[in-house]
């Protein structure tokens, strides 16, 4: 009986022992199958998606749900930064000074974009004002500003789009220690998100500027249908005369009609682009300071290696 107990305590202890071994394994940050690590990558990718989805008419609920993807980005992004050893590999890696650099450019698009909505936000509604007054020569100063406005949100995109130039080190730079640690994995997530950022925040710049673009396309005045002129032969025939009177009408109703469908299309417009400019003017400030806060840290962070 001696036998056979200690035949059957050593594979349980063996079994004890590899668990622990796993879960010895499972708290260090490699790798890929981190919870953290995988949750930036899956948002990374969740934001990526929606980048890749553009279209020439965006929509205030497209550009909404955009805006709401880089948020997750940015929390998770912040998260795997305060992992402790996160911390401690971010301290020792060169490439932290250079996301560092990634985020002040993003800082500083955002901080421009910030003004920029401002002053869109009051030649828009300096535009249907004059568009409800109908006042030719003020509508048309009005867009042509607005038109400059979103020229430079264009600019401000392309600039944005070449925020994040810091690149993952390639495979042969780091050593087996450090890739047994997840090195090589962290740095490729916390570059894939920066660029991923940087894409989806080029995404929404240009995405408000086509709405802006498409709430300057105004419907010229229709010119009124004047009476038919009846010629006396005709006057002679009265039903005649009832006919080209009620076809007179007819265009005339035609032409107002399509006028007001035109001016409800332009105001609906206008409308659409007056909320997206409200809701990002509160996602950019909640943009704005997350990627302070995530400046901060690094810079903490690379502070402390003195």
């Given at each position: 009986?001696?036998?056979?107990?200690r035949?059957?305590?050593?594979?349980?202890?063996?079994a004890?022992?590899?668990?622990?071994?796993?879960?010895?394994?499972?708290?260090?940050?490699?790798?890929?199958?981190?919870?953290?690590?995988?949750?930036?990558?899956?948002?990374?990718?969740?934001?990526?998606?929606?980048?890749?989805s553009?279209?020439?008419?965006?929509?205030?609920?497209?550009?909404?749900?955009?805006?709401?993807?880089?948020?997750v980005?940015?929390?998770?992004?912040?998260?795997?930064?305060?992992?402790?050893?996160?911390?401690?590999?971010?301290?020792?890696?060169?490439?932290?000074?250079?996301?560092?650099?990634?985020?002040?450019?993003?800082?500083?698009?955002?901080?421009?974009?910030?003004?920029?909505?401002?002053?869109?936000?009051?030649?828009?509604?300096?535009?249907?004002?004059?568009?409800?007054?109908?006042?030719?020569?003020?509508?048309?100063?009005?867009?042509?500003?607005?038109?400059?406005?979103?020229?430079?949100?264009?600019?401000?995109?392309?600039?944005?789009?070449?925020?994040?130039?810091?690149?993952?080190?390639?495979?042969?730079?780091?050593?087996?220690?450090?890739?047994?640690?997840g090195?090589?994995?962290?740095?490729?997530?916390?570059?894939?998100?920066?660029?991923?950022?940087?894409?989806?925040?080029?995404?929404?710049?240009?995405?408000?500027?086509?709405?802006?673009?498409?709430?300057?396309?105004?419907?010229t005045?229709?010119?009124?249908?004047?009476?038919?002129?009846?010629?006396?032969?005709?006057?002679?025939?009265?039903?005649?005369?009832?006919?080209?009177?009620?076809?007179?009408?007819?265009?005339?109703?035609?032409?107002?009609?399509?006028?007001?469908?035109?001016?409800?299309?332009?105001?609906?417009?206008?409308?659409?682009?007056?909320?997206?400019?409200?809701?990002?003017?509160?996602?950019?400030?909640?943009?704005?300071?997350?990627?302070?806060?995530?400046?901060?840290?690094?810079?903490?962070?690379?502070?402390?290696?003195?």
């Amino acid at each position: 009986m001696a036998g056979f107990r200690r035949t059957v305590s050593l594979p349980v202890l063996a079994a004890a022992a590899k668990r622990t071994a796993y879960k010895i394994r499972s708290a260090s940050l490699p790798v890929r199958f981190h919870p953290i690590v995988s949750r930036l990558n899956d948002d990374v990718a969740s934001l990526v998606s929606w980048s890749s989805s553009c279209t020439q008419s965006p929509s205030a609920k497209w550009l909404s749900e955009g805006a709401s993807r880089i948020s997750v980005v940015l929390t998770s992004l912040f998260e795997l930064m305060q992992h402790p050893l996160a911390v401690d590999q971010l301290r020792d890696s060169l490439v932290t000074s250079d996301i560092s650099e990634d985020l002040l450019r993003l800082v500083d698009s955002y901080d421009t974009f910030r003004l920029a909505l401002l002053n869109l936000a009051q030649l828009q509604a300096e535009t249907r004002a004059s568009f409800r007054r109908q006042n030719q020569s003020r509508i048309a100063l009005a867009v042509r500003a607005q038109r400059l406005a979103t020229c430079e949100l264009e600019q401000l995109a392309s600039t944005t789009q070449e925020a994040a130039q810091t690149e993952p080190p390639s495979p042969g730079t780091t050593t087996a220690s450090e890739d047994a640690a997840g090195v090589s994995t962290l740095l490729l997530s916390l570059c894939s998100a920066m660029a991923a950022l940087a894409a989806a925040s080029t995404v929404v710049f240009v995405g408000l500027a086509a709405l802006s673009d498409q709430s300057t396309m105004l419907p010229t005045p229709t010119i009124a249908v004047g009476p038919t002129k009846v010629s006396r032969a005709t006057t002679r025939t009265t039903w005649m005369a009832g006919v080209m009177q009620w076809r007179s009408r007819a265009k005339k109703q035609a032409a107002v009609e399509e006028e007001r469908k035109a001016r409800k299309a332009a105001l609906d417009q206008f409308d659409m682009l007056e909320e997206c400019i409200k809701d990002m003017e509160s996602r950019t400030e909640e943009f704005y300071r997350g990627l302070v806060r995530a400046r901060v840290f690094l810079l903490n962070v690379l502070s402390s290696r003195c």
